[in-house]
């Protein structure tokens, strides 16, 4: 009986290398195609840990941000004054709330993702940059269910949104594509440095207040203006707000920023998480 397998069928295969890439080299976009259904069942599973043995399941989607309103409502709405640009100031501070803890939490997440699936990381091969994009990705699930609080609180105002709304789409990508290119920075860093983990909260907390959630950007005074709009987040937030409750003016100037700011983070921090790539296996 002739066996199954003979040297000459085995020479006969295709062999696959597969090598760390050298040098700064860019990413492969075919490969990333060709596991786009990886990239499904990662943002599904993110989807299904975060929430899994909690009592309030997806309800933690909205009972951050609007606490968190709350709390921004009774201490820099009534207590301090901060104007609000003629909009009621808890829908001035829940616009404002939606984006950004999408933004924090996808960050949080994304940053830590190397080392949090380090198993699945250093014995099978696929393309890294998959594992941070879930995290950013499975955040937009959190995202929607704000919004529907959002609707409500809009409609309980009376607050109607102009044709400007159909701009919401591109200043959701935008805030994704922002979490995205910090985090391929931090997740890089963070797999090397375990510091960056507990920079983190820090980071946030700094980052927030830099931001103008709890105060409009009219209050920066002229001559901080050009650095100010250097934090990307400032033009997506004035974006929503002025998309969804006509707040401010429209954000010409400051969302250009933001967009060239954004573009050249996420660029360099593809250029650099594939420059690090090869050396995850041996650090994580």
Known sequence: MRPLVSPANIAALPVTRIRPPSGWTSLNHRELWNYRELLYFLVWRDIKVRYRQTAL?????????????????????????????????????????????????????????????????????????????????AGLVDLAIAFLVLAGMLLYYGIVPTAAVLTLPFLVILTSAAALGASLWLAALNARYRDVRHLMPFLIQLWLFLTPVAYPSSVVPDRWRPVYAMNPMAGIIEGFRWALVGSGERPGVPLAVSVAVILTVLVGGLFYFRRTERSFVDVL
Do not use: E, N
């Not at 309103?69 to 616009?95: H, Q, R, T």
């Not at 924090?104 to 699936?117: F, G, R």
């Open 57 to 137: 399941g997806a309800t933690w989607a909205i009972v951050q941000p609007f606490l968190t309103m709350a709390v921004f409502s009774v201490f820099f709405g009534a207590l301090v004054g901060v104007p609000s640009d003629g909009v009621p100031y808890p829908v001035f501070a829940y616009v404002a709330l939606v984006p950004w803890m999408y933004f924090a939490a996808a960050l949080t997440q994304a940053s830590t993702s190397l080392v949090d699936h380090s198993r699945l990381v250093t014995k099978v091969y696929f393309p890294r940059v998959l594992v941070p994009a879930a995290a950013v990705a």
